[in-house]
């Protein structure tokens, strides 16, 4: 494939297509891996696609003509990463309140993955606007991720004004204690790869439980690990210094976990 391709309502995105989408930073996204033509998780990216469109737009998405435009923008290529990012060229930055019909841009590109090198992470109080949605505003997300990078880390774990753990930069986050997996209830997007590690450790037979997880007792797990889009797991080796074990057990189930949902077809 061409090393990337953008399509804006189904057809190839020019320069005065993209000019809003510069210069407007209003809109929300969601991103997947397509492998073999499939995605895991399809319909959970359409059913957060929409439901974001009726809550910053006013106004429904056409799902079936999304997934045509998917479809179309991923052509034939076999494996690929591709993102799906809705905006409005008719949304009004005097009245933002106003409904207004959503235009979807499809960006397709080389497929990508995250190489399972254990990650140290720096705690930072922190929570997104709107952490539900998927959405555009992502400065605090690489300049915390930035910032923790200086000091000799890998990435940064976002922690809400009263210390409990929320999620990652653009990851979230799950704890291990040796017999359930425990997934933090803070404010946070409900990420399509945790929902469907969730799923899978339920058909697996493997307990998980959303609790509040405060940074002081992170160090009271066996293990972390940090999911997204573009992995299914990878393990954290520590936290503010805190030493975390490398557990190739619980990737090993978190694998079998995933390999139990299902792909579906563009």
């Known amino acids: 494939m061409d090393r990337y ?22 809109g929300h996204f969601t991103s997947m891996q397509v492998r073999a033509g ?17 809550e910053l737009f006013g106004r429904p998405l056409d799902l079936a003509a999304t997934r045509e ?25 005097d009245r933002p309140g106003t409904p207004a019909a959503p235009d979807v841009l499809v960006a397709a590109g080389p497929a990508r993955a995250i190489a399972p090198q ?14 539900h949605i998927k959405h555009v505003g992502t400065f605090g997300l690489f300049l915390h991720k930035r910032l923790a990078q200086a000091q000799g880390c890998d990435d ?14 653009i990851w979230n986050v799950g704890f291990y204690d040796g017999e359930r997996v425990v997934w933090p209830d803070a404010p946070a997007l409900d990420g399509i790869s ?33 999911t997204n889009a573009s992995c299914t797991a990878v393990p954290i080796a520590s936290i503010d210094g805190t030493a975390l074990r490398v557990d190739e057990a619980l990737l090993r189930l978190l694998d079998a976990a995933m390999a139990t949902q299902p792909a579906e077809r563009l």
């Open 69 to 93: 435009w998917m479809r179309r923008a991923a052509g034939a290529d076999a494996d690929l990463s591709l993102r799906v990012n809705v905006f409005s060229r008719r949304f009004d930055r």
């Open 156 to 169: 940064a774990l976002f922690v809400d004004a009263g210390g409990a753990v929320a999620e990652g930069t």
């Open 194 to 226: 945790m929902q469907l590690l969730k799923a899978g450790l339920r058909a697996c037979g493997v307990a998980s439980v959303v609790r509040r997880v405060a940074l002081a007792e992170v160090g009271a797990f066996r293990s972390a690990f940090f």
């Open 38 to 54: 499939a995605v895991r998780g399809l319909g959970l990216h359409l059913e957060r696609l929409q439901r974001a469109t009726l």
């Open 5 to 26: 391709r953008i399509e804006l309502n189904g057809a190839p995105a020019g320069v005065d297509d993209l000019r809003h989408v510069a210069q407007v930073n209003y």
């Open 118 to 131: 254990p990650l140290r992470v720096a705690s930072v109080r922190y929570v997104r606007e709107a952490p």
